[in-house]
């Protein structure tokens, strides 16, 4: 990275550094930027997913209580207007009448509480994600503080170590090498120059940040 900061005519070492650093912390900006684009993705595909599964479990509350409702008023009609031959019918008969109405009233139970599990479940993988996005950004900030200290302390210690903590620092945004950035690329200046810079980060609509 030295040898391209000289090559484009920044012959101070003192304007290398705040150059290097300005650089690193440009990157740090786009990374904080895409990290709280994801996280906020997260949070409506979490915030949608509840609402349906709430809709879901009120619309099933709702047949439940229907059909409870409607077994009422099929047994009010029973007793009613076969008052005389129900006291004919023996016990295994009452229950073979009965038992549909009490099996549906149980599978419906069974699919609301399904339905609240996988709720559950569901809220808390996206709960997993926004915290390990959060300890990711944690550690960006920790990363960018040391890339701080690397580009002031000395020319030698921006070398190799600040290439790495580079490359490091994209990986841990999900960023994928050879595709959103390269690294030891040949590139053509408007005036025909030939450089080989460090790394390349290429942003959206064919746009690269030559580093």
Not at 27 to 44: F, H, K
């Amino acid at each position: 990275m030295n040898e391209w900061l000289i090559q484009q005519g920044v012959a101070n070492p003192q304007m290398g550094l705040f150059l290097g650093l300005g650089i690193g912390l440009f990157i740090m900006v786009i990374v904080a930027m895409l990290l709280s684009r994801r996280s906020a993705v997260l949070e409506t595909r979490l915030s949608d997913r509840e609402q349906h599964y709430s809709e879901q479990i009120e619309k099933l509350e709702q047949a439940e209580t229907r059909l409870a409702e409607n077994f009422e008023r099929l047994a009010g009609r029973i007793f009613q207007d076969r008052s005389e031959k129900l006291s004919d019918l023996n016990t295994k008969q009452l229950d073979g009448l009965l038992k549909p109405l009490s099996d549906k009233l149980t599978e419906f139970r069974s699919t609301v509480e399904t339905a609240h599990r996988l709720e559950t479940a569901q809220h808390q993988v996206m709960k997993e994600k926004i915290g390990d996005l959060e300890k990711l950004n944690e550690r960006l900030h920790e990363d960018a503080t040391n890339l701080s200290r690397a580009l002031t302390s000395n020319v030698k210690a921006q070398g190799n170590w600040g290439e790495q903590q580079l490359e490091r620092l994209l990986e841990l945004a999900g960023l994928q090498k050879d595709v959103e950035y390269s690294t030891q690329v040949s590139v053509t200046t408007e005036s025909g120059q030939r450089l080989q810079p460090d790394l390349v980060l290429h942003l959206p609509e064919g746009k690269s940040i030559v580093l």
